[in-house]
């Protein structure tokens, strides 16, 4: 049974003695008090009514440096002079223990982002690819270094520590994957932060639009250059690709029994590096590439969903080969994917596995990579003297994408950029030219 409350003067004493379930008042400052509950622990309470009428009861702390009587009742001073304001301190801390984390907060906003609902600045919803991307920098660096964090707490100062402690690639780990023997190694770099700072800014923004916090602690912070890939093979590089790629398709012919090798690399994670090679598309375009995008007649595929939205692009005659070959190998119906996984209907996640195995054979540096391929195509387009924007159009580029608006008055000129641009990487990969017209530009300076 609760012990009658007394009211007398609050001192160590009073404290000191106080009963299991006793509550002592002092009479100097209304609503002040110290209670022990049935435990050894006393702590200082304040009773108020805030500016609705409501009663609260606002925990001071417990007994124990720093607080003491009489640093306790200057609190409860100080507090009730907010109160006196119109302020509800109680409410205030309640609210505070109720805010969410940025671990909270970033869940939200995958959950939003999944449910489609968080649209991009082409006001379209994330892709699924963006969305494991995403998922894998929150739980690599965002949760580990912030997670804990109110989102509302999080200053300009903790964003800056943040990105330096990516930077120095503090918290770098190897974890499971989930899958069978799957490994992740989480490194950090320049890079990563400059990408993990881009989305923690779309994080706040979002946390900003939902009334978690009145600003975004990540605009105004100068990100580390977000290491412009700018890698190219050379001509020597370019033919050892085309010798590992030759000699792997080669190693398939069947045996004199008649029954198949064991591919050394997926057959079709060897054509898919192929058809990047001559083509510079982007690698989540071409593994998604399903038949019912292809044109043969044309010699175009239409694609409805890429990184600068629909593009129509050019097959140049070397690719064209490849997606025939690919018909021979695999069932062509509209849905089916062009370049097919090992297991499963879904995208070749192991393709980035299997490249590097080809190119750790062809000795290749570790740095060469299929957007290596792509900027490659690129800038064989440059050696021949094409512009920009014809070069734009053959790798969807955003200012040169091809839209089906305007592919009736410009697929001849892209296919014969495409076709340049493939003939002069197959010519360097040391394969045979393709069938079909092609069209020779002048070097960059000719005549």
Same mark, same amino acid.
């Given at each position: 049974? =609760?012990?009658? *409350?007394?009211?007398?003067?609050?001192?160590? $004493?009073?404290?000191?003695?106080?009963?299991?379930?006793?509550?002592?008042?002092?009479?100097?400052?209304?609503?002040?008090?110290?209670?022990?509950?049935?435990?050894?622990?006393?702590?200082?309470?304040? %009773? #108020?009514?805030?500016?609705?009428?409501?009663? @609260?009861? #606002?925990?001071?702390?417990?007994?124990?440096?720093?607080?003491?009587?009489?640093?306790?009742?200057?609190?409860?001073?100080?507090?009730?002079?907010?109160?006196?304001?119109?302020?509800?301190?109680?409410?205030?801390? =309640?609210?505070?223990?109720?805010?969410?984390?940025?671990?909270?907060?970033?869940?939200? #906003? &995958?959950?939003?982002?999944?449910?489609? !609902?968080?649209?991009?600045?082409?006001?379209?919803?994330?892709?699924?690819? !963006?969305?494991?991307?995403?998922?894998?920098?929150?739980?690599?660096?965002?949760?580990?270094?912030?997670?804990?964090?109110?989102?509302?707490?999080?200053?300009?100062?903790?964003?800056?520590?943040?990105?330096?402690?990516?930077?120095?690639? @503090?918290?770098?780990?190897?974890?499971?994957?989930?899958?069978? @023997?799957?490994?992740?190694?989480?490194?950090?770099?320049?890079?990563?932060?400059? @990408?993990?700072?881009? &989305? &923690?800014?779309?994080?706040?923004?979002?946390?900003?639009?939902?009334?978690? $916090?009145?600003?975004?602690?990540?605009?105004?912070?100068?990100?580390?250059?977000?290491?412009?890939?700018?890698?190219?093979?050379?001509?020597?590089?370019?033919?050892?690709?085309?010798?590992?790629?030759?000699?792997?398709?080669?190693?398939?012919?069947?045996?004199?029994?008649?029954?198949?090798?064991?591919? *050394?690399?997926?057959?079709?994670?060897?054509?898919?590096?192929?058809?990047?090679?001559?083509?510079?598309? $982007?690698?989540?375009?071409?593994?998604?590439? $399903?038949?019912?995008?292809? /044109?043969? !007649?044309?010699? !175009?595929?239409? %694609?409805?969903?890429?990184?600068?939205?629909?593009?129509?692009?050019?097959?140049?005659?070397?690719?064209? +080969?490849?997606?025939?070959?690919?018909?021979?190998?695999?069932?062509?119906?509209?849905? +089916?994917?062009?370049?097919?996984?090992?297991?499963?209907?879904?995208?070749?996640?192991?393709?980035?596995?299997?490249?590097?195995?080809?190119?750790?054979?062809?000795?290749?540096?570790? /740095?060469?990579?299929?957007?290596?391929?792509?900027?490659?195509?690129?800038?064989?387009?440059?050696?021949?003297?094409?512009?920009?924007?014809?070069?734009?159009?053959?790798?969807?580029?955003?200012?040169?994408?091809?839209?089906?608006?305007?592919?009736?008055?410009? /697929?001849?000129?892209? &296919?014969?950029?495409?076709?340049?641009?493939?003939?002069?990487?197959? *010519?360097?990969?040391?394969?045979?030219?393709?069938?079909?017209?092609?069209?020779?530009?002048?070097?960059?300076?000719?005549?």
């Amino acid at each position: 049974m =609760q012990v009658a *409350e007394k009211q007398r003067k609050l001192g160590i $004493r009073e404290v000191e003695t106080l009963a299991p379930n006793q509550t002592i008042w002092c009479p100097s400052v209304a609503g002040f008090g110290a209670r022990r509950r049935a435990g050894q622990d006393v702590s200082f309470v304040l %009773l #108020y009514r805030n500016a609705d009428g409501r009663k @609260r009861r #606002y925990t001071i702390g417990k007994h124990g440096s720093p607080w003491v009587p009489e640093t306790a009742r200057a609190e409860a001073r100080r507090v009730l002079s907010l109160v006196a304001k119109g302020e509800d301190p109680a409410g205030a801390k =309640q609210a505070w223990r109720e805010a969410p984390t940025v671990s909270e907060v970033c869940d939200a #906003y &995958l959950r939003d982002a999944e449910a489609g !609902t968080l649209l991009t600045r082409r006001g379209k919803p994330k892709k699924a690819s !963006t969305l494991v991307t995403d998922r894998s920098r929150i739980d690599s660096h965002i949760r580990p270094h912030l997670g804990a964090m109110k989102a509302a707490a999080v200053t300009a100062k903790d964003t800056r520590a943040f990105m330096a402690a990516v930077m120095a690639g @503090r918290g770098a780990r190897r974890v499971t994957t989930g899958k069978l @023997r799957g490994l992740s190694y989480v490194r950090g770099g320049s890079g990563a932060a400059a @990408r993990t700072m881009g &989305l &923690l800014g779309a994080i706040f923004a979002y946390a900003v639009e939902q009334g978690i $916090r009145a600003d975004n602690p990540v605009r105004g912070i100068v990100r580390p250059a977000d290491g412009k890939r700018d890698r190219r093979l050379s001509d020597a590089e370019y033919a050892a690709l085309g010798a590992v790629l030759r000699e792997l398709v080669e190693a398939l012919a069947p045996r004199k029994d008649g029954k198949p090798k064991r591919a *050394e690399v997926w057959p079709h994670a060897v054509a898919a590096a192929r058809f990047l090679a001559l083509t510079g598309w $982007r690698l989540g375009e071409a593994l998604d590439l $399903r038949w019912q995008h292809v /044109d043969l !007649t044309t010699r !175009t595929a239409r %694609l409805s969903d890429t990184k600068t939205g629909a593009s129509v692009r050019p097959l140049a005659w070397a690719a064209l +080969n490849v997606l025939m070959r690919q018909r021979m190998l695999v069932p062509h119906e509209p849905d +089916n994917r062009v370049f097919p996984p090992a297991r499963g209907e879904g995208a070749m996640t192991g393709f980035p596995k299997a490249l590097a195995r080809i190119t750790a054979k062809a000795t290749l540096p570790a /740095d060469v990579t299929a957007h290596t391929l792509r900027h490659s195509a690129a800038s064989v387009g440059g050696d021949l003297g094409l512009s920009d924007l014809a070069i734009g159009a053959v790798l969807g580029h955003r200012s040169g994408t091809v839209t089906s608006r305007y592919i009736h008055a410009a /697929d001849a000129i892209t &296919l014969k950029t495409a076709d340049a641009i493939a003939a002069s990487v197959a *010519e360097r990969m040391g394969d045979a030219q393709p069938t079909g017209a092609v069209m020779r530009f002048p070097h960059a300076g000719a005549a």
